[in-house]
């Protein structure tokens, strides 16, 4: 249940009226928050001794602008059942409450207070009345007059708005116009708050924020031509500035992301000091898959963005990714020292460098480092994998049982992760009894079930499997692979092929490109007879992904078919590529003995 907090007006509210307790000398409050909650005569007196002190004076004139409202019992009361009441997680009490103080009493502290509990308790008639008597007490205020111009925008009151926002902006139009394009956004009538951005930018022709609100209200609405209109006469206005720029790549990146690096390599051409453009660009090359283009942009942005973490994190993966590891290691190095938001991660990369550089010491040193977070199981995966290599298997085995995951997800994965060591060993049995164990933890585990499947199949155990995959339908109804896994057993080791058929019919309508489950369907048109559409969904399959297993499937079809040349042909070149392929090799050894 949620509980309101006890702010400093009310803890200043209690101290004073413990300081109006007779029979009590108190000394003067030395705090302006308790100071404001007494008359105002005694505030103006407490001003006049201090007038030389211009803040001071500013504090004294904001007090003596407020209510003169003594602390009477019955105000303190309502305030501690307000105070009370949301503590307790009665906000409805709380909101009420507070909402009574504000009309009685026309205070602007109190009817602020009222807007943020009635906010808190999601009551938006209630914030509306509270802003509305907190921006007539306190009309001078910003805070006050955004406050009530954002509730009524909330509410479609746009009419009443609008000579609110009009006074806001003609105070600071530059910042009031960021703030406005962000409140707009939030909006449904979309076609309602661009036309009033429209108004409100006419005043202000010169201000590019103003075009630059004019265009996320368009945006918002779809109208994009309109915002790239507008996005253009801000540049005019303010050639080179960012945040038009990284707009309008953003708009163009909707309808076609070439459109948007070429706008971005444009800009950068003109304006090539441009950091955030600059590095938008290379996310965006990075998402296009364009790596060698987007590196380079991050070697730029590392002297741009000097000691910029997220910078030489991104160059480093980079970098990894294009397989060059010194420069990899180098950069996630350096990242190390620039206090990264996520240090475990770093390391974690640090040691798939180390790995990959055939220093599995380095690897394990960087592994061990990650101590939480969303690394934590893939680091001690890696760590137990490296052992197991270096023929520690036990050693392996104990380090996932001993670590705890921060998750019930992290712990299952970690019972995964043991059962991977052991079937990797060949150690099937095991895998299973481990497996088997975590089901007792972790009855409903999806994972669990389907990697249990997986090894029941490797003993045999193929009414384990059946059970376990059955319960995996059960638990996830849209699970592709489970039912692809379940009917490829029945076509594959048990002559139950109609069975199978319907089952794998119902993963190809859930992933209809994946070319492990267009294979297992192939593999059961050709246990079935039908060659021609087992060649068919066989050869979709390896044109999507040349997997050894699809093309010892695809070639035991033609070699069935005739086509014996074909089939050695295809075998031929998995082989060299996967010379350790069992399904590969089994195949050979049966169909070319």
């Known amino acids: 249940m949620a509980h309101l907090k006890i702010l400093p007006l009310c803890a200043a509210l209690l101290f004073a009226a413990a300081c109006s307790q007779p029979g009590v000398r108190a000394s003067p409050p030395a705090v302006a928050e308790t100071q404001t909650l007494q008359p105002v005569e005694a505030a103006v007196e407490a001003a006049a001794e201090v007038a030389a002190d211009p803040e001071e004076e500013a504090e004294a004139r904001v007090r003596a602008a407020l209510p003169k409202q003594p602390l009477t019992p019955e105000i303190l009361f309502k305030f501690l059942v307000a105070e009370v009441a949301g503590q307790r997680g009665a906000i409805g ?23 943020e509990v009635s906010m808190f308790a999601r009551n938006q008639a209630g914030a509306l009345e509270a802003a509305r008597l907190w921006a007539a007490a306190e009309q001078d205020s910003g805070r006050a007059q955004q406050t009530l111009a ?32 962000a409140l707009m956004g939030q909006l449904r009538d979309t076609r309602a708050a661009l036309e009033l951005v429209e108004r409100l930018a006419a005043d202000h022709p010169a201000l590019p924020e103003a075009r630059l609100a004019v265009a996320q209200a368009a945006a918002s609405a779809g109208h994009f031509d309109v915002a790239v209109a507008a996005l253009q006469q801000a540049d005019s206005l303010r050639p080179g500035w960012e945040p038009g720029a990284l707009l309008h790549a953003q708009i163009l990146a909707k309808t076609s992301r070439p459109d948007a690096l070429a706008f971005m390599r444009d800009f950068l051409a003109r304006h090539p000091g441009s950091r955030e453009v600059r590095l938008t660009y290379a996310r965006t090359l990075v998402n296009a898959n364009q790596f060698a283009e987007a590196r380079v942009e991050f070697a730029r942005l590392t002297s741009d963005f000097p000691r910029n973490a997220e910078v030489s994190f991104a160059a480093g993966l980079l970098s990894l990714q294009m397989g060059d590891l010194e420069v990899a290691r180098d950069l996630l190095t350096q990242t190390l020292g620039f206090s990264p938001r996520d240090p475990d991660m770093v390391h974690y990369y640090l ?32 760590q137990a994998a490296l052992l197991a290599r270096a023929g520690k298997l036990d050693e392996a085995r104990t380090l996932l049982a001993f670590t705890r995951g921060e998750n019930d997800a992290q712990n299952v994965r970690l019972i995964q992760a043991q059962a991977e060591l ?42 384990a499997l059946e059970a376990d995959l059955r319960r995996v339908i059960v638990l996830r109804p849209d699970d592709a692979q489970a039912y692809n896994a379940l009917g490829y057993t029945l076509a594959d080791r048990t002559d139950r092929l109609a069975e199978a058929i319907v089952l794998l019919d119902k993963a190809l309508a859930l992933a209809p490109e994946d070319p492990f489950i267009l294979d297992s369907v192939g593999w059961a048109q050709y246990r079935s007879g039908n060659l021609a559409r087992a060649r068919e969904y066989l050869e979709r399959a390896y044109k999507v992904r040349p997997d050894p297993e699809i093309a010892a499937h695809l070639g035991e079809v033609l070699w ?15 082989l060299q590529a996967h010379p350790q392929n069992e399904l590969l090799l089994e195949t050979l050894h049966r169909l070319k003995p």
């Open 93 to 115: 009490i709380s909101q009420s409450a507070y909402l009574d103080l504000a009309r009685q009493t026309q205070d602007p502290r109190i009817a602020r207070r009222a807007v």
């Open 150 to 181: 954002a509730l009524l925008l909330s509410e479609g009151k746009f009419g009443e708005a609008e000579p609110i926002l009009r006074a806001l902006l003609k105070e600071d139009g530059a910042n009031g116009f960021l703030h406005l394009s």
């Open 351 to 382: 040691g798939q460098v180390a790995e990959q550089m055939k220093q599995p010491d380095a690897a394990n040193a960087h592994y061990a480092e990650v101590g939480s977070g969303n690394y934590l199981v893939p680091a001690r995966a890696r």
């Open 422 to 463: 052991l079937r990797d060993s060949k150690d099937h049995a095991a895998a299973f009894a481990v497996l088997s164990d975590g089901l007792k933890r972790f009855p409903d585990s999806a994972e669990l079930l389907y990697d249990r499947a997986m090894v029941a199949e490797k003993l045999d155990k193929l009414d």
């Open 560 to 574: 069935a078919g005739g086509l014996r040349e074909a089939a050695g042909e295809l075998w031929q070149t998995s």
